[in-house]
């Protein structure tokens, strides 16, 4: 069945650290892909999201590009802020199968000052 | 805009109880998905709902059970609660079924003494 497989946390960097989560997935079909944001005590906020190859999402000086042919959808900001520690979640939709989000097991960020 | 509301954001039950978990989804979204996430963990799907009808169901058992009134807000009902249904019960909406990006709202949290 479809998959998604993210980097284990946690992560510790200091502030203006170049940040990279992978994610990787399996899925038939063309899946869209999207990552999600979780602040501490806060529920999921969409980040960014693709819904076809070669598509590259962005917000907030995050980034990250849908490549069908290694199967990613790694997440990347240039210079972290101590505003980003969070939980990170990587997820397909397939509407193919159950038309339901597909989850990574999330990634924990956490930036020092 | 008023995002994704539930109702209530705490909630203290014991085993063999029911509960009852509310969601209004934002407003023109016609597309409401519920979240199981425990501690640690990714969320876990367990009903979607589209037009006041059953669209997706995840693998939990029949003591989960849930509804779309007519304006599109919807019920979690669980039943015989059980000390591992404690959890965040997250509920989603939507455009529509496929491929849309879901907004989440801050969740429920249950806990089962």
């Known amino acids: 069945g479809d998959s998604v497989t993210q980097m284990e946390g946690p992560v510790t960097l200091s502030e203006e650290a170049f940040l990279t989560i992978n994610c990787t997935y399996t899925?038939?079909?063309?899946?869209?892909l999207f990552w999600y944001v979780q602040y501490p005590g806060e529920g999921l906020q969409l980040l960014l999201k693709?819904?076809?190859a070669d598509d590259k999402g962005s917000n907030k000086g995050f980034e990250a590009t849908y490549r069908k042919e290694t199967t990613s959808f790694h997440l990347e900001k240039g210079s972290v802020q101590v505003s980003d520690s969070a939980v990170y979640f990587c997820?397909?939709?397939?509407?193919?199968?159950?038309?339901?989000?597909?989850w990574g097991l999330g990634t924990s960020l956490a930036v020092n000052p | 805009d008023a995002g994704v509301t539930q109702s209530p954001t705490h909630l203290i039950k014991t085993r063999g109880q029911h509960v009852t978990l509310r969601c209004s989804p934002i407003?023109?979204?016609?597309?409401v998905s519920w979240y199981q996430q425990v501690l640690g963990q990714g969320p876990q799907f367990i009903f979607q709902y589209y037009e006041k009808e059953e669209r997706g169901r995840g693998n939990f058992p029949d003591r989960f059970s849930a509804r779309q009134f007519p304006n599109y807000s919807s019920e979690l009902n669980v039943n015989a609660l059980l000390l591992g249904d404690s959890a965040l019960y997250l509920c989603?909406?939507?455009?529509?079924?496929?491929?849309?990006?879901?907004?989440f709202g801050d969740g429920t949290r249950l806990s089962i003494l």
């Open positions: 407003s023109g979204h016609k597309s």
């Open positions: 997820a397909l939709d397939n509407a193919g199968n159950n038309r339901k989000l597909i």
């Open positions: 693709a819904t076809k």
């Open positions: 989603a909406s939507s455009l529509g079924q496929y491929n849309q990006p879901q907004h």
């Open positions: 899925a038939t079909g063309y899946p869209s």
